[in-house]
Every structure is written in C-alpha cells, then in structure tokens.
C-alpha cells in the first residue's frame, strides 16, 4: 500500500490529465493515410517539414561524394522519375523531386519530405535490376508522400508535451522531484517509446512497403520484384534485436505481406502506361 498520493494537488492534477486528453483527442486523427485509412498525428507544416529536408539534404549531398559512373546515375534518375511521376499521378503530393547517387558503399536510400531522394552505390547488389531499384526508391518515396516523417516529429512534440504536464502534476509544492515521481516519469517516457514510438516506425514500415508497391507497379515495374528484393535484403546482418525494440518489421513479417499484397500491385501494374525489363545493374 501506498503511504502517501501520487499527486500532492489531486484536484488540479485531474484537471491537468483531463485537458491533456482533450488535446490529444483533438490532434489525434488530423490526417488520413492514403491507401490504408489510418488516422495519424500531423501537427507540423509542410513548409517547415520541407524546409527542414532541403537543408539536410543540401548538408548530405555537400559532404558525400557523388557516384561518378554515369551509366548508373542515368538508370538511377529513371527509375526515380517513374517512381516519382507514379506518386504524382496517384497522390498528387506536388513535391519538387530530386535524385543524387551517393558513391557509398551502404545498403540504403532514402526519400526526405519535399521529394529529395538520396540512393547509396551500396545498395546495387541488393537491387540487382531496375524493377528491384524501383521497389527501394518506391518504398522510400511512400514514406515522403504519406508524411511519416512529419507523424514521427509530431508524436515526438506530443510526447515531450505530455512528459512536461506530467512532470509539472508529479512537482512538490517547492518545485521538486522526490525519486518516486522521478521512477513515474521515467516509466512513462520508456512506456511512450516503446508501446507507440517503436510501433508507430514498424506501421510506417509496412505502409511504405504497400504504397510503395503500389508506386512501382503504377511506374511499369513487376511489384513482384519487391519480394525478391527484400528476400536478398534479409541476407543483410543486423544485430539480433527483439522484434518488439526494433523500429523495422522482421523480415520474415515483411516478405509474407509483401507477398499478401502483390494482388493489389499487379493490379497498377496491368494499368501502367508501359513495363520496363529487369535489366541488370551491373
């Protein structure tokens, strides 16, 4: 049993909980994901979420060098111009596009908010062909067009918020904070990162990997490829992290609803204006 409240203010504190609720009730559920429906948390601008990705891709694309091999910085612009007209024509996010070819070798790519899309040489292998490309660069301009970027910043916000509230309503009347409202809040933020943070990146995963296909397909590339992408991309080693701490799905989880998604995909790709090979990368 207890030896003494939580709270030393009991009436304010409930006032302050149940204004913290209203809040989140309100900003809850302020935008719709296209293609899945789901309601997310988007309490930042565009033009600051934009503004924020040109600056990051100005510092990137000013420190790594860019890849020299003309031959696949042409393929590499291709296959993101299709992918990135695709998402246009689909969703109209009105982005202003642009694609650099970093001369790294990582396994990765990227799509910043706005449209600013980096790929690593690093990850040719993996892709193999254009229509494995068009899945990566897909993937990464899902995430850009449906605004998960500015979700993340705007839970991060909303977190920080309701940690600071909790803080003040756990305060002694001389300011402080006694070890056990200290263990509260620490509970709390450990409670947020794992039960919506970490869960809330795993969903944005699994919806850039539907929408993505969607994108690709729309583009003329087979959405099958997709799967046989992230097969090789399996092959990777990663540190052995729980599922349940790790911001990606397994990828076991992946490759089956990737596969669970493909009816949907070919069905953008028999619509697609034209199809395009799988011509090696190398």
Known sequence: ????????????????WVLLCVLIVLVVGCAS???????QLNIVSDSQLNSLALKAFNEITAKEPESKDQRLKEIVRRVADRVSKAAEDIDQPGFDWEVRLIDKDVPNAFCLPGGKIVVYTGLVPFAKNEAGLAAVIAHEVAHAVVRHGGERLSQQVALQGALSVGGEILRN???SLDKRSQLILGAMGMGAALGVVLPYSRTHEFEADRIGQIYMARAGYDPAESVRLWER???IKKPPIPVWLSTHPAD????RKLREMLPDGRKYYDEAPSKHGTGTLL
Do not use: A, N, Q, W
């Open 1 to 16: 049993m207890l030896d003494k409240p939580y709270f030393k203010r009991p009436g304010e504190s409930i006032i302050r």
């Open 33 to 39: 994901v296209p293609h899945t429906g789901r309601r």
């Open 173 to 175: 009347k001389d300011g």
């Open 233 to 235: 991309m399996s092959k």
């Open 252 to 255: 076991e989880d992946r490759v």
